[in-house]
C-alpha cells in the first residue's frame, strides 16, 4: 500500500521560533497532500490543501502567513510553522490520496509540536 | 457539504463483547466512507471504506460496517472485542464527488476494553 511519512514525530521548540514538519510520499507520487490538525482528544480539523507546483489552498479560518505549505516535488510536502507560539502546539498530522481514486487517504505518523 | 456526527465520545465494552461504534453522515452527494483507527501519538490507519459497491464492508481485524442509506448511517461493529482494540476511532466522508479529495471526519469515540 502506500507510505506516508512524517518528519519530525516530535519536536520542541521556543516561543517565537519556526519549526518545519516534512511530509514524504515514500512509494508513490502525490499532486497534492492535506495537513491536517488535532488538538488533544479532538478530531482531526484540516489545515490546509498542498499542491505540488502551485500555492496551497487554505481553510477558512487558517493564517497562511503563519502555517508555511510547500509542495516543490511529487514526494514531499513541508509544513513551517513562523514565529510559533504555545498555542500553536499540536498534533500536525499529513495526508495524501492514493493512486487507486478510491478517496481513501494515506497518513504520515503524526508530528507533536510542543511550543515552550 | 459534507458531515460526520458520531454518537458517543467514549463507548466501553467487555472483552469478548460486541462492539458498535455510531457514525451517521450528511452528504449532498452519494458518498463515500471510512472508518480509521488512530492510536496514541500516532497517525490514522483504514480500517474499511465503503465506495458504493456492497453495502456491507468488512476490514481489517475483525470489523465491519453497514451502509444504510434510508438512515444515513455507517456503524462499525465487531463481535467479540479484544483489548488491543482499544483505541480512537473516526468515521469519515469523502467529498470527492465534489472534486475535493480531503476527508471530513467525525469527532472520534474512544473505545476502552475492559479485561
Not at chain 2, 472483552?15 to 492510536?39: I, K, T
Request: one cysteine or more.
Amino acid at each position: 500500500g502506500a507510505v506516508v511519512s512524517q518528519h519530525p514525530s516530535w519536536v520542541i521548540c521556543k516561543s517565537g521560533t519556526s519549526v518545519k514538519i516534512e511530509c514524504r510520499s515514500l512509494d508513490f507520487q502525490a499532486t497534492t497532500m492535506f495537513w491536517y490538525r488535532q488538538f488533544p482528544k479532538q478530531s482531526l480539523m484540516l489545515m490546509a490543501t498542498s499542491n505540488e507546483g502551485s500555492k496551497a489552498t487554505y481553510e477558512q479560518g487558517v493564517e497562511k502567513d503563519k502555517f508555511l505549505i510547500n509542495h516543490a516535488s511529487l514526494t514531499l510536502s513541508t509544513l513551517t510553522v513562523t514565529s510559533a507560539h504555545p498555542e500553536d502546539s499540536s498534533f500536525y498530522i499529513c495526508s495524501a490520496p492514493g493512486l487507486a481514486n478510491t478517496g481513501e487517504l494515506f497518513f504520515g505518523e503524526g508530528s507533536r509540536l510542543t511550543v515552550l | 457539504a459534507q458531515s460526520v456526527t458520531q454518537l458517543g465520545s467514549h463507548v466501553s465494552v467487555s472483552e469478548g463483547a460486541l462492539v458498535l461504534l455510531r457514525c451517521n453522515y450528511s452528504s449532498s452527494v452519494p458518498p463515500y466512507l471510512f472508518w480509521y483507527v488512530q492510536y496514541p501519538n500516532q497517525g490514522l490507519q483504514l480500517l474499511l471504506k465503503y465506495t458504493s459497491a456492497a453495502t456491507l464492508v468488512k476490514g481489517i481485524n475483525g470489523f465491519e460496517a453497514e451502509f444504510k442509506k434510508s438512515e444515513t448511517s455507517f456503524h462499525l461493529t465487531k463481535p467479540s472485542a479484544h483489548m488491543s482494540d482499544a483505541a480512537e476511532y473516526f468515521c469519515a466522508v469523502s467529498s470527492m464527488d465534489t472534486g475535493r479529495r480531503a476527508l471530513t471526519f467525525g469527532s472520534g469515540t474512544r473505545l476502552q476494553v475492559q479485561p
